[in-house]
């Protein structure tokens, strides 16, 4: 099986919007300029590990990559780690100053520690053989790492609404992630494959 289009496209043209931000700040969120005067050194390290993440993350769910180049996955899937860690961290610095004040603190500083925790628990379940447990908390991680993407979804969804840009921010730093988690249970129960 490849890796799903729905999951590969929308990764790699977020992942590209985070390395622009990187380069072009004034490109991004209004007050990214100010984050990078800031929290100069996390913020850079977010916005260049996160893409790599949402990236390396998004290729590791096709089924031939797994099967027919497992020293492939297995590099792709450090990278992926690696780059949770980094950002992760970096995002929950970040999350601690995020605009919308402590509803956006919680919401993002507990999606940066659900990041780090359910992508450890991954690297933890292979490294003791256990590739069943495995995908599952990788594909928790995942879904957590997808809400770069939901979050970009729901953002001009909400100002198109008509909300202001504090409510639908708010709003958006919980609901861009808690749906993922609960869908990817949702459809693991139902006996899904991970994709
Ligand atoms: C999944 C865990 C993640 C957490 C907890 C997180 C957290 C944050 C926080 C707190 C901010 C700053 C918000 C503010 O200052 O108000 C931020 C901004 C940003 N993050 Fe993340 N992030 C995560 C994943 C990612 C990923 C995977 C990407 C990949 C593209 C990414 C790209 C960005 C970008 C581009 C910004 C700047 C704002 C913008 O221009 O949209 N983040 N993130």
Redesign the pocket.
Known sequence: MRAPALLVVPAVL??L???T?LAAPGI??P??VD?FATLRIPTMA??FA??L??AAGALQFSGRLRTERPQLHRRLGWAYAVSVLI??IA??F??R????GAI?HWG??L??VS?LVTTAMAVRAITRGDVDMHQRWMTRSYS??F??VT??ILLPIGLAAGFPFEAV?RFASWAA?VPNLAAVEWWRRRGGSPA
């Open positions: 977020i992942a919007y985070g390395l931000t991004g969120a007050f990214l984050r977010h916005l996160g893409p993440a949402l950002s992760g995002g929950l970040m999350a100053v995020s605009e919308g956006t993002f500083g999606l940066a990041w957590l790492t809400a770069a979050l970009r921010y992630w």
